[in-house]
């Protein structure tokens, strides 16, 4: 389309310009527009600068039915137009009427008049700037023809009554832990815009194997933003998609080059947010530039917390909030009846840029970090309890906001301490969460910056732990809790004997007993790896007698569960039926899931020591149920073992999940490929199926298990069904989920993804089938599958246990 106020005018479908380059990715959101124009009369496609809104609009405009829009399709392209008594006269010249001579209600008379009888669809292009005289103009004409429909864009809605407003969200981005198969990237939106707009400046380019991750990450870099990735695609003539991602932190300078026909805010990136920035008030742009310390999102209190201050305080805040979502500039979401935010991380970018220029970045991070240090310890409080799984969700929600924190302790002297204590607190969410290498790399790091700043210590062991007090006892907690992760990576046993007894020695010389007890914990897994249960029995219960003394009962059940699967290995069977049955009382009483999920994993170990493999296998699978909610793959890894040994008559089967268990031990990101004191029974089994299925099928089957999406891998290990009809996998899954009742937090824990990107899935499954509500698509799953027509559900388990 062209770049003036009156940029095309077509009868019927005749006169719209054609499209220079395809529409990739949008088929379900220009159908949803289309139904929404069939009932109401003002459609709004809301969205930030770049997302595409004008192309869909076009795209909706030019599929309009002859028969919807007898008397015409019009264009208004408004991005040029500054003054806003010009409005009325410029949407006139898109009818081929002669401008009446004088400007203002003459012309809008002239307009109204012109379309009362007419049954057409009016396109207002780029509102934002003119929203008040369009809001005044499309109410007016909606008033006047009652025939009419206008579809407008604008980066806020216009705001009157009537007016449907249809969010533009950027394209979907490849997810950031599935493979980089070329088949799969191909279908995807952003990266299929990317290759399309790259081969027309680089006849002959297609996507490779080599470039595939590269590009994968890039558009999600970019957000999935269509005019960022057609920017990055231009650059094709002298980069490669690798080099183009490595020059991406300078984005504003490496995004230039857009058509020279455009307008000029449509040439860069940095131009196109400038035209956002330009329409916010003072307050507008402040927040904007302080929000951007955020990573990820942010909830409201967080950004008061963070954000406000005599300048801005709470109250005009949420003034400033409220503009930037209406502009948005800022993404809202409802999640569980409270509102989350985030920006898109170019949005993000220009903001920060803004912030270093004020000179307040520094202050801003530090009240970021202080408010992630208070999130976590309060987390680390109430971790054993009814909101276990509500805190790791938040946690893991808030994870790029806990990077930053940390960064910000590790950059900034003086501030290594505080790290420490925003690391370990809850002490088990490296393990529980997967993160076991970032949970390394980030003590690691704190420890060495802490101890450079205290400069050595007085006792030659390269530490400066013996001091008492809380603030030597952080540091002591993160050794300890350092060398727990490097077990659990499978470090040496010489190596982490040797970080163990230094950890000890600095835990007793300081009167840090809690610390001792784990100490003496950790020794106990270390026995149980030697499957020398004996001893492990004895290091648990004297750990969970000193955590009893110190009032420590999430941590004397963890030990006492520990010491349930020590027996369940190698020990008294009864005792073992008795610590697991104590434990699942405890976590019942206090409505607590992980140590749950871990007193089950104990009983499978003990139904598969009884070989009763059925029972084995509900367990663990009940395990699994109460697991994954954490992404506890090492954990989960263990049910698998249980699940795969019980499922050897089945060689195909086990092949597979020998395949899956290779996968989670890779995610790991350790020298495992088995639980220590199970690799016997590992190898074994590994044998005796490739015996049974010969090289070929054994790696066909390994392969199908080892390449899975983590979805995929355990859909297979709990025996889910194989999808839906005319949905995706993922899309299956959801509607699955959303058949049993889950709601959309519930469906995010079960599948490990954020629970925006559920929301989405729910709204992108309701607008391809058609339906209406969550109702209708639990409905429309069960006829799928031959069920019965009948409502959802109440949710549970996938697989219950005889002890649940």
Same mark, same amino acid.
């Not at 700043?453 to 809380?470: K, L, Q, T, W, Y």
């Not at 020998?658 to 690799?679: I, K, N, Y």
């Not at 392969?703 to 889910?720: F, I, K, Q, S, Y």
């Not at 709601?743 to 490990?752: H, Q, S």
């Given at each position: 389309m062209g770049t003036g106020a009156a940029a095309g005018t077509f009868a019927g479908l005749g006169g719209l310009d054609a499209e220079l380059t395809p529409l990739i990715g949008r088929r379900t959101e220009t159908a949803r527009i289309a139904r929404l124009l069939s009932g109401a009369r003002l459609v709004t496609l809301s969205g930030p600068g770049g997302v595409g809104k004008t192309r869909l609009a076009l795209r909706v405009a030019a599929d309009a039915e002859r028969s919807a829009f007898p008397d015409g399709v019009y264009v208004a392209e408004l991005a040029d137009l500054r003054d806003p008594e010009l409005l009325a006269p410029s949407v006139l010249g898109t009818l081929d009427v002669a401008d009446p001579g004088h400007p203002g209600a003459d012309a809008a008379a002239v307009l109204a008049a012109r379309l009362r009888e007419r049954r057409a669809l009016l396109v207002l292009d780029n509102c934002e700037h003119l929203v008040d005289a369009c809001a005044r103009l499309t109410d007016a004409l909606l008033r006047a023809a009652p025939g009419l429909r206008v579809l407008a864009t604008s980066r806020q809605p216009l705001g009157i009554a009537g007016e449907q407003v249809f969010p533009v969200e950027p394209l979907p981005v490849p997810d950031a832990w599935a493979g980089h198969g070329l088949r799969d990237l191909s279908g995807n939106p952003a990266v299929a815009l990317f290759v399309d707009r790259a081969a027309a400046v680089l006849?002959?380019?297609?996507?490779?194997?080599?470039?595939?991750? =590269?590009?994968?990450?890039?558009?999600?870099?970019?957000?999935?933003?269509?005019?960022?990735?057609?920017?990055?695609?231009?650059?094709?003539?002298?980069?490669?998609?690798?080099?183009?991602?490595?020059?991406?932190?300078?984005?504003?300078?490496?995004?230039?080059?857009?058509?020279?026909?455009?307008?000029?805010?449509?040439? #860069?990136?940095? =131009?196109?947010?400038?035209?956002?920035?330009?329409?916010? #008030?003072?307050?507008?742009?402040?927040?904007?530039?302080?929000?951007?310390?955020?990573?990820?999102g942010f909830d409201l209190e967080s950004l008061e917390r963070v954000c406000a201050d005599v300048e801005l305080p709470p109250a005009a805040l949420l003034d400033a909030l409220d503009g930037l979502v209406a502009r948005s500039?800022?993404?809202?979401?409802?999640?569980?009846?409270?509102?989350?935010?985030?920006?898109?991380?170019?949005?993000?970018?220009?903001g920060h840029e803004r912030l270093a220029a004020s000179g307040s970045l520094d202050a801003l991070r530090g009240r970021h970090r202080d408010r992630y240090a208070e999130l976590t310890a309060r987390a680390g409080r109430e971790w054993f309890g009814p909101r276990q799984v509500?805190?790791?969700?938040?946690?893991?929600?808030?994870?790029?906001?806990?990077?930053?924190?940390?960064?910000?302790?590790?950059?900034?002297?003086?501030?290594?301490?505080?790290?420490? =204590?925003?690391?370990?607190?809850?002490?088990?969410?490296?393990? #529980? =969460?997967?993160?076991?290498?970032?949970?390394?790399?980030?003590?690691?790091?704190?420890?060495?910056?802490?101890?450079?700043?205290?400069?050595?210590?007085?006792?030659?062991?390269?530490?400066?732990?013996?001091?008492?007090?809380?603030?030597?006892?952080?540091?002591?907690q993160a050794r300890v809790t350092d060398t727990y992760l490097r077990i659990l990576q499978g470090d040496p046993d010489a190596d982490v004997r040797q970080a163990l007894a230094a950890c000890e020695a600095a835990a007793e010389q300081g009167g840090h007993r809690r610390e001792s007890a784990w100490v003496w914990h950790h020794h106990g897994i270390l026995a149980v790896w030697r499957e020398d249960y004996a001893g492990a029995v004895d290091l648990f219960a004297r750990a969970r007698t000193e955590f009893h003394a110190l009032g420590c009962l999430d941590a004397a059940l963890e030990c006492r569960v520990k010491f349930a699967i020590a027996h369940a290995c190698g020990g008294e069977t009864a005792v073992a039926e008795e610590a697991c049955g104590e434990v699942e009382a405890a976590a019942r009483a206090h409505g607590e899931s992980w140590l749950h999920g871990m007193a089950l994993l104990a009983r499978a170990l003990l139904a598969l020591r009884a070989d009763a493999p059925a029972d084995a296998t509900a367990h663990a699978r009940a395990a699994i149920a109460r697991l994954r909610p954490f992404q506890d793959w090492w954990d989960v890894a263990m049910c698998v073992e249980v699940i795969a040994w019980s499922t050897r008559d089945d060689?195909?089967?086990?092949?597979?999940?020998?395949?899956?268990?290779?996968?989670?031990?890779?995610?790991?990101?350790?020298?495992?490929?088995?639980?220590?004191?199970?690799?016997?029974?590992?190898?074994?089994?590994?044998?005796?199926?490739?015996?049974?299925?010969?090289?070929?099928?054994?790696?066909?089957?390994?392969?199908?298990?080892?390449?899975? #999406?983590?979805?995929?891998?355990?859909?297979?290990?709990?025996?889910?069904?194989?999808?839906v009809p005319g949905l995706t996998k993922r899309e299956s899954q959801v509607a699955e989920l959303v058949a049993e009742g889950l709601?959309?937090?519930?469906?995010?824990?079960?599948?490990?993804i954020a629970q925006r990107t559920a929301e989405n899935h729910v709204e992108r499954i309701l607008g391809k089938l058609g339906l209406a509500s969550r109702t209708q698509l639990a409905v429309w799953t069960y006829e799928q599958r031959g069920g019965p027509a009948r409502g959802p559900r109440r949710p549970g388990p996938t697989v219950r246990s005889p002890v649940d």
């Open positions: 006849p002959g380019f297609t996507l490779t194997r080599p470039d595939a991750a =590269a590009v994968a990450e890039l558009v999600r870099r970019l957000d999935g933003l269509p005019f960022a990735i057609e920017l990055a695609a231009a650059r094709i003539r002298s980069l490669t998609p690798q080099e183009i991602l490595e020059r991406l932190s300078d984005r504003f300078a490496l995004l230039t080059g857009g058509s020279s026909v455009a307008a000029d805010r449509q040439r #860069t990136l940095r =131009a196109l947010i400038d035209w956002s920035h330009e329409l916010c #008030t003072g307050r507008e742009r402040l927040l904007w530039a302080r929000a951007s310390v955020f990573r990820g500039i800022v993404n809202c979401r409802h999640v569980q009846g409270r509102s989350h935010y985030h920006m898109l991380e170019t949005v993000r970018e220009y509500d805190w790791f969700t938040r946690l893991r929600l808030d994870h790029p906001n806990l990077r930053a924190a940390l960064g910000f302790c590790l950059e900034r002297p003086g501030q290594a301490r505080a790290g420490l =204590a925003l690391a370990v607190s809850p002490r088990h969410y490296w393990m #529980t =969460a997967g993160l076991l290498s970032e949970g390394r790399h980030w003590l690691s790091q704190l420890l060495a910056a802490d101890h450079a700043r205290e400069g050595g210590d007085s006792d030659g062991d390269g530490d400066d732990d013996g001091a008492a007090g809380p603030d030597a006892a952080v540091r002591v060689p195909r089967r086990a092949a597979r999940l020998l395949g899956v268990l290779h996968l989670l031990w890779e995610s790991l990101g350790g020298r495992l490929g088995a639980a220590p004191f199970m690799r016997a029974q590992h190898l074994r089994l590994d044998a005796a199926v490739r015996e049974a299925l010969g090289a070929a099928a054994f790696d066909r089957e390994f392969r199908r298990g080892a390449r899975a #999406t983590v979805d995929e891998a355990m859909a297979h290990v709990l025996d889910d069904p194989a999808g709601t959309n937090k519930d469906i995010a824990a079960r599948l490990t």
